[in-house]
């Protein structure tokens, strides 16, 4: 469990850089690439969970119910059919084969105390974790998924899982779904519950100090939004010399 404070500030791209050269006998030249990243959020109407990009099993949406984690009435209701079945909205992606996807909602209990969200690869294979949003606990997970669960005050969580998108000819999906108990997909559902939610955010992984941990949340509408890789450069060689290329070059003399 981590508790983290909410922010609309923008995050960072992720900084990062390659070497050629890592020890040996001077003199020598090292070649520094930048392998820096964007961060991308890949679905699209990331706070709209009534809009059809975000796919319905035997639930309705109620838009702007409640207030979201940022203050603002946007946070959806999803709320359960009667249908002895699962209860959730799931979105298809475009994923890049075998690659890292963290993915990740906030959400708040409403009826339902629990959420689950599930993951199928390119292989065909589905991750699932449970998550007790009353309490704030990471229960039962199938095929790995490295889940996280951090309190962002006044009743939300942000929960995520981890996970490799695999190859293969299956379409991935990301769902996000209520649950009456750890362990239980599968249910009779009631007109009269469900669980709020907010923020969807499916990236791809990139290694940030917090293992699996989502990075600060991107809103999107009718496309992914990210915030852009860098455009300039400042490198520091540790010797008094710099650099302002993206890919630099240092000497290290005898």
């Known amino acids: 469990l981590y508790n983290r404070t909410y922010t609309t500030s923008p995050a960072l791209p992720i900084a990062g850089f390659t ?45 702007n119910a ?41 959400a708040k209990k409403g009826e339902r105390n629990w959420l689950r969200l599930t993951f199928k690869d390119k292989a065909g294979t589905t991750t699932g974790t449970y998550f007790n949003i009353d309490s704030g606990v990471i229960a039962t997970t199938t095929n790995e998924g490295t889940p996280t669960i951090t309190d962002m005050g006044n009743g939300w969580y942000r929960c995520s899982i981890l996970q490799d998108s695999s190859s293969g000819a299956t379409t991935p999906r990301f769902s996000v779904r209520a649950a009456t108990d750890d362990a239980v997909a599968w249910y009779p559902g009631d007109a009269a519950k469900g669980i709020y939610v907010w923020g969807a955010q499916v990236e791809r992984y990139v290694p940030n100090g917090y293992y699996a941990i989502p990075t600060d949340y991107i809103q999107t509408t009718s496309t992914s939004a990210s915030y852009d890789a860098p455009t300039e450069w400042y490198w520091e060689f540790g010797d008094g010399n710099t650099g302002i290329i993206q890919n630099a070059r240092s000497a290290q003399p005898g």
């Not at 999803?78 to 075998?98: C, F, R």
């Open 19 to 63: 070497s050629n050269v890592t020890t040996g006998t001077v003199p020598f030249w090292v070649q520094f690439n930048d392998t820096s990243t964007e961060l991308r959020n890949i679905v699209n109407y990331s706070q709209q969970f009534d809009n059809a990009a975000w796919g319905k099993d035997d639930v309705t949406v109620t838009a």
């Open 66 to 106: 409640v207030i979201a984690p940022d203050g603002t009435l946007t946070a959806d209701k999803i709320v359960e059919d009667t249908a002895d079945d699962v209860h959730g909205v799931y979105q298809d992606l475009t994923l890049q084969s075998n690659t890292a996807y963290t993915m990740s909602v906030y």
